[in-house]
């Protein structure tokens, strides 16, 4: 199983941390998504992260701000984010593939994870 941790309210412009911790179910060699849902949207990917780190992935509309990394020795995966926006706002989901899978589709990941509110005030 997977817990999201780190949400809360941050101000327009403001830095957030969420961290992404695993069981030992979740295996660390699997890659790992972040994924968030606004209201009344669906729900989208954020970032993804190979198992051992190497490579990454951003949405369009994250990329440059964000950084997702991991500490497999932790079995946990980090989300940074910077330069927050009000569009940022959104329940945050940390997911686990089957695979080395850390692309954008939700299907291929399995475990997922209770979401972190995230809210960006003006």
């Known amino acids: 199983q997977l817990q999201a941790s780190g949400g809360g309210l941050v101000q327009t412009g403001g830095s957030l941390t969420l961290s992404c911790a695993a069981s030992?179910?979740?295996?660390?060699?699997?890659?790992v998504g972040w994924f968030r849902q606004a209201p009344g949207k669906e729900r989208e990917f954020v970032a993804g992260i190979s198992w051992n780190g190497g490579s990454t992935l951003y949405s369009d509309s994250v990329k440059g701000r964000f950084t997702i990394s991991r500490d497999r020795s932790r079995g946990t995966v980090y989300l940074q984010m910077t330069s927050l926006k009000s569009d940022d706002a959104a329940v945050y989901y940390c997911?686990?593939?089957?695979?080395?899978?850390?692309?954008?589709?939700?299907?291929?990941?399995?475990?997922w994870g209770r979401g972190t509110q995230v809210t960006v005030s003006s």
């Open positions: 030992r179910q979740t295996s660390s060699n699997n890659g």
């Open positions: 997911a686990s593939a089957r695979s080395s899978y850390a692309g954008t589709a939700e299907n291929p990941y399995n475990y």
